[in-house]
């Protein structure tokens, strides 16, 4: 089977403008299949506040309002994309810029209101992501990058969480294609001391995850993180590994970061 590379990037990576372009030059320079999911960073924050719309969040979630729906979907899927996708193409690599509304790539259902009503929030559909378009695209030479957005089918947008869109990408691709998912982020790894960035954990199973989850060790947004990682591994991802944007050579070569088991 073909192979095919997943890369997340976090926030604070887009935030950083020399970090976010040391890691494009590394992305480029993957021999293969690609696709890069990016998620949203402060922008979206920053021109909110010019705007007068203010970011709201419960539990570090940002409730997306009607107003701010508008707002993420002009940044993420509009400056930053587009822009991380012209840096690649000054690199030589031929990307196309994607929501999960471009070619019904990825429908996604509203979530629905329990205890507190995120607006306009999107869980992917699993199963129904248009992986025979995304094969094409591939095949063609071309590396997609997946702003984190979704849609519902009806005419919305939905704000969805990049990480997710990683996972279901990576999971349906694996039916395809010999599939390897990276998360890039700040960190160089699962870290068994929070406080201590040399405290990388080499290798990581369901049961070191529950166990450190349930001391508090692994908490907040790494907890989302690696249940996503843990479930890309369930339908057949070959290999998910967690460290550093600056790193990701060495991630890829598997010398670096957390290794999912």
Known sequence: MQQLIVVKIGGNIIDDEKQLNAFLESFVAIDGHKILVHGGGKIATEIGKK??????????????????????????????????????????????????????????????????????????????????????????????VFAPLTHDGGGSMLNTNADTIAQELAKSMAALMDVQLVYCFEKKGVLSDPSNDGSVINEMNEQLFFGLKGKGIISEGMIPKLENAFAAIGKGVKKVIIGHAADFDKLIAGTEGTSII
Not at 87 to 105: H, K, Y
């Open 51 to 144: 705007l007068g719309i203010e970011a709201k969040y419960v539990n570090g979630r940002r409730i997306t309002d009607a107003a701010t729906i508008d707002l993420v979907t002009m940044v993420y899927a509009g400056s930053i994309n587009k822009k991380i996708v012209a840096s690649l193409q000054a690199l030589n690599c031929n990307a196309i810029g994607l929501t999960g509304a471009d070619a019904n790539l990825m429908p996604a259902n509203k979530r629905p209101v329990k205890d507190i009503d995120y607006g306009f929030v999107g869980d992917v559909k699993s199963g129904q992501i248009n992986t025979k378009i995304l094969k094409t695209f591939l095949e063609n030479d071309l590396a997609p």
